[in-house]
């Protein structure tokens, strides 16, 4: 295998300003997946943890896999480490949650912590369909939905989750627009509620996933996000059944999403991260002008 140093070095930030949102990170199969929201102090993973995450708050856990997760108590111990009082806070998909608590503790009985020192960090489970704000910036919510990733049984998989971050607003209700300040005040006083909740999808990541995925009608409001970041881990020819062996997604599964969804969908930028260690940024990009259609090829970003 060709060693790529840079493409393979998970401190060396990649860095894209997709539509809304700078994406910071880094995102390589096996290796590493972290992905920073600087601007919306949220944070997708934590398969390494640069110095850049000690800032951020709020962090989303896809699912277990070491080169996701691995990192994770490593935030939170830096952050007390660099003298950061403000408790971050770790949301994960709520099958997740008795297993990371138990691994936490596992590694502070590993690191000689005493039992009476010991304390969990702020866990957070989510449950598929739930709009969660985020605890320090209520203009933000998050909304997990259940992806299949990792098949562990005949009918069973490893739970995995993507995530979508909406702008969360009060906005009036249409039959008040035009209406004057002193008649917005009498309805308030009224006990009259003048405003609905609007939620705006930022950016939507699928974490790991089959391809399958992004072709379920389950999940067709994944297109709905200004961004969507999900995985194309197999770019080659060949390796489509490998793909779903793996429970990634091959290049073929996304060309087949865009002919499903590409004229009606809302979703205006397409990021694909987590390739396979072995092909080069060349390569990636090479299979990316002859396999993704024309139309939708100034849509699709490599996040290498
Ligand atoms: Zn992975
Ligand atoms: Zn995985």
């Known amino acids: 295998m060709q060693e790529n140093h840079s493409l393979h070095n998970a401190l060396r930030q990649v860095r894209h300003h997709v539509g809304r949102v700078m994406l910071h990170g880094f995102s390589v199969s096996g290796l590493a ?11 997708v993973d934590m398969g390494e943890c640069p110095v850049s995450s000690i800032g951020i708050n709020h962090v989303f856990l896809t699912h277990a896999h070491g080169d996701h997760s691995r990192c994770l108590m490593r935030h939170h111990s830096l952050r007390r480490m660099m003298g950061v009082d403000k408790p971050s806070i770790y949301y994960m998909p709520a099958d997740l949650v008795s297993g990371a608590e138990a691994w936490i503790h596992s590694e502070a009985v590993f690191e000689g912590v005493p039992e009476q020192r010991f304390k969990l960090p702020e866990i957070v489970g989510l449950n598929a369909g739930e709009k969660v704000p985020l605890k320090y910036r209520k203009d933000l919510s998050i909304e997990a939905f259940p992806t299949r990733h990792a098949q562990v049984g005949r ?7 993507g995530v979508t971050l909406f702008n969360h607003k009060n906005k009036l209700k249409d039959e ?8 917005i ?11 609905r909740e609007v939620y705006d999808p930022i950016v939507t990541f699928m974490g790991d996933c089959l391809g399958e995925n992004l072709t379920d009608p389950a999940l067709a409001s994944i297109w709905d996000s200004e961004v969507l970041v999900t995985e194309c881990t197999f770019v080659d020819d060949g390796e489509e059944s490998m793909a779903d062996k793996k429970g990634h997604t091959h290049i073929s599964d996304l060309v087949k999403a865009l002919e499903k969804y590409g004229p009606t969908m809302k979703c205006k930028y ?7 260690m072995k092909y080069s940024s060349d390569h990636i990009l090479g299979a990316l002008q002859k396999k993704i259609p024309e139309a939708y090829r100034d849509k699709v970003i490599a996040f290498i």
């Open 270 to 276: 397409i990021v694909l991260n987590h390739f396979s």
């Open 176 to 183: 008040y627009i035009g209406l004057d300040a002193a008649g």
């Open 33 to 43: 997946t972290y992905l920073q929201l600087p601007e919306y102090d949220f944070c």
């Open 185 to 195: 005040i009498e309805l308030k006083n009224q006990g009259i509620s003048i405003t």
């Open 155 to 161: 009918q069973t998989f490893l739970p995995s989750m």
